[in-house]
């Protein structure tokens, strides 16, 4: 199961329908249609992933976020998510308002750069940061705009997004004192639920 | 030790047709009635105990119920997709009963131009009615009938044959769990119509066409025919891979100054190949009622023009696929599918894959394409439910 599935999922009400962008290997897609029996697509340009939705029986379709979401109609889905892939489109705001338009409601999770360990390899190091959860160096990475917690909320504040829920889990996916009390800082994963 | 033949190059090995004859009267989407009329086709693998295995493949403007194997053990070339169906392969026919026609209008075996019209004894020629994709469709669901299917467990088709299968989907919804549209579009574009024009206007001026009547008078349209197939081939094809293929390498002559033989271009030895091949082997009468049946299927026509409203007829699951350098039915005809049916709330699942044999891509097996056939088809019927077969029909 994945790790951030118990959250999304309560958040998701049974029988919606769903779109996700960036479904991947289509595993939350095909989770929430047994535990919540919803419909919808994923959309994803991986081909391998590709493959594996279709051996799930995800409705998968080939699509690149980069090239828009015109040919979505407005309010047609009750809930729009976009797993740790905010960070690798070219226009992460233009994505989060082409989401809000199509989806009465988004989950957006996504990798906090604000997360002490990253402070930590470039105010320490001064290296950009490595690790198990960003195993890209910067040269090859498909993570083109990293953001902090803060960020996000900033971006949302500007675009009179409203926040309807924040989780903020550490790398092991919990949610702990620590994490609560200083999310941008101590928090690995930031799962959004927003709302216009 | 003995080497084994992997199971995916497997063979469904020597076929042979079968003749259906239909006595009831077909009302064709024209107006005109058929009393009585025959299809040919041809089925690999075996209908399991629940029917609930069986696999239809629609063919595109000239092919045929040979879709695979051989006819005998001297035939060196196999069916037109022989690359893509039989045991291990991604129409998996260890799995599935597989069933393909030639169709109505046909001239491969089945009631169409070349067919002589038993109230006059004559040849139908020109006179065959035009049929429609919907009738195609209706001939197919009485064959369905006859070989006791109720329901398709996949109807698969490319191009022209992509067409049949949604209109499968919309006409029968109750008869079709999986509609399969590879390469397709819900209607031709405008340029498209024109291709087909062109290669219509080749034809009929061709002097040996006589209005249609060649077979009466002996003989055959084969420059119009070759024409109409050069035009047809090149369409089919990308300019990236005529490149690679033949760029401009000369088959005869030279530009060397003091020459005056005229030089002659391998693509122009190969499309004249092609096009000869052709006008031997198929009826001319057939190619125009072919490429009408394409220009005048329209998908949403009968829904308001409205995609959405037509695919909301429709139960099944859909794939749609694309390829990216076909430019005869280019992948933003394959999205504009996968918008209907998403704005329809359909089930579908669409794979664009990158090649660059153009529309031809969807005959030839290319991995990513046949993989994610493989993959998809894998879960329409489990492997277990096909050990045991029916009663023949």
């Known amino acids: 199961m994945r790790l951030d599935l118990p959250i999304i999922r309560d958040w998701i009400r049974p029988g919606a329908h769903v779109l996700d962008l960036g479904c991947g290997d289509g595993s939350l897609l095909a989770e929430l249609a047994a535990e919540r029996a919803v419909s919808g697509y994923g959309l994803e340009i991986d081909p391998i992933r590709i493959s594996l939705c279709l051996e799930r029986g995800v409705n998968v379709i080939e699509q690149d976020l980069d090239r828009g979401l015109g040919n979505f109609g407005d309010a047609s889905f009750d809930t729009v998510i976009m797993t740790q892939t905010l960070q690798a489109v070219r226009f992460p705001h233009l994505v989060l308002d082409e989401m809000l338009r199509i989806g009465r409601e988004c989950i957006i999770t996504f990798p906090n750069f604000g997360n002490w360990r990253c402070r930590l390899h470039l105010a320490g190091f001064g290296r950009m940061p490595v690790s198990r959860f960003m195993p890209y160096t910067w040269y090859d990475t498909p993570n083109i705009h990293f953001c902090t917690v803060f960020d996000f909320e900033a971006l949302c504040r500007a675009k009179n997004i409203h926040i309807i829920n924040r989780v903020v889990v550490d790398t092991q996916s919990r949610v702990t004192l620590a994490t609560r009390a200083l999310p941008n800082l101590f928090g690995a994963t930031a799962i959004f639920r927003v709302t216009r | ?393």
């Open chain 2, 1 to 393: 030790m003995s080497k084994e033949t992997p199971a995916a190059t497997g063979s469904v090995g020597i076929v042979s047709p079968r003749l259906q004859r239909f006595d009831e009267p077909l009302e064709l989407a024209c107006g005109r009635v058929l009393p009585a009329w025959e299809l040919i086709y041809e089925t690999y693998g075996t209908l399991n105990r629940e029917r609930s295995n069986a696999v239809l493949i629609c063919h595109a403007l000239s092919g045929n119920h040979h879709a695979a194997g051989f006819h005998s053990s001297t035939d060196r070339k196999p069916g037109w997709w022989d690359n893509c169906i039989g045991p291990g392969k991604p129409i998996d026919t260890r799995r599935f009963f597989v069933v393909a026609l030639n169709n109505l209008g046909g001239c491969a075996g089945s009631t169409g131009p070349r067919s002589v019209d038993p109230a006059t004894g004559r040849i139908r020629g020109p006179e065959f009615p035009q049929v429609r994709v919907r009738d195609w469709v209706a001939t197919q669901r009485r064959l369905a009938d006859v070989l006791g299917i109720g329901c398709w467990a996949a109807v698969i088709g490319g191009s022209l044959g992509g067409m049949q299968a949604m209109r499968w989907a919309i006409d029968h919804p109750e008869r079709v769990r999986h509609c399969l549209v590879i390469a397709a579009a819900m209607r031709l574009s405008a340029q498209n119509l024109a291709f087909n024009e062109i290669a219509r206007k080749a034809i009929m001026a061709d002097p040996q066409f006589h209005d249609g009547w060649f077979l009466e008078h002996g003989t055959l349209p084969r420059q119009g025919l070759a024409i109409a197939r050069m035009i047809g081939h090149v369409t089919y094809l990308s300019d990236e891979l005529m490149g690679d293929k033949f760029g401009r390498e000369l088959r005869s002559g030279s530009f060397a100054s003091g020459g005056e033989a005229e030089a002659e271009f391998q693509v122009q030895s190969y499309l004249r190949y092609q096009g000869d091949q052709f006008a031997d082997n198929f009826d001319a009468n057939t190619y125009l009622l072919m490429t009408r049946a394409l220009d005048y299927f329209d998908l949403a026509r009968d829904h308001g023009d409205d995609p959405v409203a037509a695919f909301r007829q429709a139960r099944c699951r859909f794939l749609v696929m694309a390829f990216s350098s076909d430019w005869r039915f280019a992948p933003q005809r394959s999205r504009e599918i996968v918008d209907a049916l998403v704005g329809a709330r359909r089930e579908v699942a669409y794979v664009e894959i990158e090649a660059n044999e153009g529309h031809d891509a969807f005959l030839l097996p290319i991995t990513r394409y046949h993989d994610a056939l493989r993959r998809y088809l894998e879960r329409v019927v489990p492997a277990a439910s096909s050990t045991r077969g029916a009663d023949a029909p």
